[in-house]
Nanobody, 117 residues
Framework: VQLQASGGGLVQAGGSLRLSCAASGRTFSDYAMGWFRQAPGKGREFVAAISWSGGRKNYADSVKGRFTISRDNAKNTVYLQMNSLKPEDTAVYYC???????????WGQGTQVTVSS
């Protein structure tokens, strides 16, 4: 599976962004999808995940109520809607695909999200 993330940018605190991750190469609907992030000087952090059908979603506590993960299997794309952004959300965001909700075998390149205070 090849993954291409997009939609990052610079936004003020309280603003919104929507990240997209387009998949190709395998049957997209076979895979659970996840979003992760890595801030400067920190390790990679789980953000959100969605099952192949979209029926199950998991979120990190730090983003619950602010971020929403969704997918469109007809478009081979997963999204991360990010609202009420905070400076601590600043990171490179990565999408990932795996056959299980908590195991990821394929990773996309990152997209930078910067939230100014």
């Amino acid at each position: 599976v090849q993954l291409q993330a997009s939609g990052g940018g610079l936004v003020q605190a309280g603003g919104s962004l929507r990240l997209s991750c387009a998949a190709s190469g395998r049957t997209f609907s076979d895979y659970a999808m996840g979003w992760f992030r890595q801030a400067p000087g920190k390790g990679r952090e789980f953000v959100a995940a969605i099952s192949w059908s979209g029926g199950r979603k998991n979120y990190a506590d730090s983003v619950k109520g602010r971020f929403t993960i969704s997918r469109d299997n007809a478009k081979n794309t997963v999204y991360l809607q990010m609202n009420s952004l905070k400076p601590e959300d600043t990171a490179v965001y990565y999408c990932a695909a795996g056959l299980k909700l908590d195991e990821y075998d394929y990773w996309g390149q990152g997209t930078q999200v910067t939230v100014s205070s």
